[in-house]
């Protein structure tokens, strides 16, 4: 594929919440982005253009240090509320969880367990997402941009945050982002932060103390 | 550390010579003694080794001064202590304690300190299991799913509905006491492990139990079991019966059995100190160095000789992580010892080995009756900032020895070494704690060799003792900037105590 993976739109317009978000490690951090979204084709349609290039990414990101993967998805209904959020998260993840090549279908096992994360391609992910839901409040706030991403983050990549000989990212790091987001209006809701399962921290309540937005059963 | 700016007074030209080089003595280099001199760093009978060191974090390897000759063999180094990383993939990954002496049958603590990973559905904590029990494992800890934790005693379980914290270092206790029944569950908080941790508070407490509950009341647990951490047995002792897909990932910093239910206060006061080993009720603490893995053993407050912990070929592959301790060892003649305590990272502390060969009498009884014979006898000390520090014996063999070092100072990653001085003479507590920021003149009578990190005119690494045992270095260099941080110019500025230790009862 000769283009420019972290020059596509999804990338440029990803950039006001790259280069916003109190996240000490995001503005350093090498993006790909999809294709553009086509509203006139349907989510499967659309995800079928994205998986080849999202698989290629998966391919290359650890020899390229990449640490992510956005899909901007146009169109107001995809997240401007956090129902719409919910679902779109869940049909997204559900389609690719069907068409993975590792034929892993991790949407299929238990999710509320402290060993899933999503996967797919033989990678685990975490999933950021992104919509016009949120309020400057929130972490999640995309800081106006109008449209819904989905940010799709190689566990590994998270390790070249961690200093050779240690096991995982320094408390000092932990602590300050946590800071710099309290500081800034947007703390962190510590009950979700504390849960053992991964999909809590998928699609982040609107408010603190909400419950937990349990996308996978939208 | 001193500028290269001042000049160096050169003992044995009898006058000042220009300003040199100032190197930082630490890192991936090291300084060797040519082969020809060997002869001249050979210290016979008495010996002093004193050096200023400064360990970082993630601190591996530790050599501060090794000599071996045919004549003498002297070396200081630090072992560092740290994590051992388990992994659900092969070859297995397991810490096993066989034959267990005295495993705790009423009344138990189990104390972990972990940093899991999310790998497994059912991810193995502690597996214990005795040969002639009716059950697969009399003592079983496991996290399985949503269920949380789930402990299993002679077959009857409980789920505790606690989870571990992923991708985080958390202390874990489980307490039991037959007679009752009652288990509890104890587990950092992690959000607040992550403030205080931040903050340089290393150190937070225990709050009351996540869990209480019951469990195999008036039951016991049978001795002589084998104990796993990491993997879930099948059979006991049995490697290949262990089952890969209930295995353990993350990081285990450190395991602690006591034979009764220590309440809050306890494991409060306990947390995060290194036991002297004879507590009342202390079966065993273990903990993971670079030199017990790379043997594929443990360190164990209690005992080197029960319940000693082997470590999976797997687990001696990579070095032990997440460094912020080490043990002091060093060797003198025909003796190998470690300081018992742990002491922090990050800070300098000054360490001095001390050697003496001593003569005393014995009593001895012949055909002749009752006679007296002189014996000799041999004395090592260390001391960490002037004060001794109590030791352990170690084996020779469990120090690996490469045989083509002869007289060398280093490697010292993550870190650095300043002024070393050797001596042929036992110092006493006096004379160091008198010299310990600066040397007298009239002091060196019997210095064998002293660096301060000084280049010669000729690029070699100056011995300031006048005896010409001057180095050749590699991989040292004058510093870049002066952010190194600063040695202590006196006993306001050397940093507090080691590792909280709990005293040994006089």
Not at chain 2, 74 to 84: A, C, E, I, N, T
Request: charged residues 25%; hydrophobic residues 35%.
């Amino acid at each position: 594929m000769l283009y420019d993976a972290e020059g596509y739109s999804s990338v440029l317009n990803f950039k006001v919440v790259q280069e916003n978000t109190e996240c000490i490690y995001a503005a350093k951090s090498r993006i790909w982005g999809a294709s553009d979204w086509r509203p006139e084709l349907s989510l499967a349609a659309n995800l079928d253009a994205i998986i080849p290039h999202l698989l290629r990414f998966l391919d290359l990101a650890r020899p390229l240090k990449l640490d992510g993967y956005v899909v901007e998805m146009l169109g107001p209904d995809y997240g401007d509320t956090i129902e719409h959020l919910a679902r779109t998260t869940r049909l997204v993840l559900d389609y690719l969880s069907e068409q993975d090549p590792a034929g892993e279908h991790c949407m299929a096992k238990e999710i509320e367990d402290p060993s899933w994360c999503f996967a797919f391609g033989g990678e685990k992910i975490f999933i950021n997402t992104f919509g016009s839901c949120y309020d400057s409040h929130n972490s999640r706030f995309s800081f106006g941009a109008l449209n819904t991403f989905i940010l799709f983050q190689p566990r590994h990549s998270f390790a070249q945050a961690i200093r050779p000989g240690e096991s995982t990212l320094p408390a000092a790091a932990r602590s300050r982002i946590r800071a710099d987001y309290r500081k800034h209006g947007r703390p962190y809701d510590a009950q979700i932060s504390a849960s053992p399962f991964d999909a809590y921290r998928y699609v982040r309540p609107l408010k603190h103390g909400d419950p937990t937005v349990r996308w996978w059963e939208a | 550390m001193a500028d290269s700016t001042s000049s160096i007074e050169d003992r044995s030209l009898g006058a000042t010579v220009p300003p040199a080089t100032r190197l930082v003595m630490g890192g991936e280099g090291s300084a060797q003694l040519a082969p020809e001199l060997l002869n001249k760093s050979a210290v016979v009978g008495d010996l002093t080794l004193e050096a200023w060191v400064y360990a970082r974090d993630r601190l591996q390897q530790a050599e501060i001064v090794t000599h071996k000759s045919t004549q003498s063999h002297y070396r200081l180094k630090l072992d560092p202590v740290g994590s051992l990383a388990f992994s659900n993939l092969m070859p297995k990954t397991w810490l096993m304690i066989n034959y267990f002496k005295d495993f705790p049958a009423t009344e138990l603590t189990i104390e972990l300190l972990i940093c899991p990973f999310r790998g497994n559905h059912f991810s193995t904590l502690l597996s214990y299991s005795t040969p002639h029990s009716d059950y697969d494992n009399d003592l079983l800890i496991y996290e399985h799913g949503k269920r949380g934790l789930v402990v299993c005693i002679n077959d009857r379980s409980i789920e505790t509905g606690v989870t571990l914290d992923y991708s985080q270092w958390q202390h874990i206790v489980i307490t039991w006491t037959s007679s009752t029944g009652v288990l509890k569950i104890y587990k950092d908080d992690g959000e607040e492990t992550i403030a205080a941790a931040s903050e340089g508070n290393r150190r937070t407490l225990l709050a009351g139990p996540l869990f209480t509950g019951r469990l195999a009341q008036n039951e016991s647990i049978a001795d002589g079991g084998c104990l796993v951490f990491g993997q879930k047995q099948e059979r006991p002792a049995d490697l290949a019966a262990l089952d890969i897909g209930k295995s353990f990932v993350g990081s285990l910093l450190s395991m602690r059995i006591w034979s009764r239910a220590c309440g809050l206060d306890e494991l409060n006061q306990h947390k995060g100190v290194w036991l002297c080993g004879d507590e009342e009720g202390l079966v065993a603490d273990w903990r993971f160095s670079e030199m017990s893995r790379a043997v594929g053993e443990c360190l164990n407050a209690c005992s080197v000789e029960h319940n000693v912990g082997q470590l999976s070929g797997a687990l001696m592959l990579r070095p032990v992580r997440d460094v912020k301790q080490y043990r002091v060892v060093a060797v003198a003649g025909r003796q190998t010892v470690a300081s018992r305590e742990l002491f922090q990272t990050q800070n300098w502390k000054h360490l001095t080995l001390v050697y003496r060969e001593t003569e005393h009498q014995r009593l001895a009884h012949g055909p002749d009756g009752p006679t007296t014979e002189l014996r000799q006898g041999q004395r090592l000390q260390l001391l960490v900032n002037g004060s001794e520090v109590e030791t352990v014996s170690l084996e020779p063999s469990h120090l690996p020895f490469d045989e083509t070092i002869l007289f060398r100072l280093g490697r010292f990653d993550s870190g650095l070494i300043d002024e070393v001085r050797i001596w042929n003479e036992a110092r006493t507590a006096g004379q160091l704690k008198e010299n310990l920021f600066s040397l007298s003149e009239n002091e060196r009578a019997h210095l064998v060799a002293h660096y301060l990190g000084h280049t010669t005119d000729d690029g070699k690494l100056r011995d300031h003792s006048g005896r010409g045992l001057n180095l050749s270095y590699t991989g040292w260099a004058a510093p870049k900037t002066s952010r190194q941080p600063q040695r202590p110019a006196s006993d306001a500025e050397l940093s507090g105590p080691a590792l909280q230790i709990k005293s040994k009862p006089e």
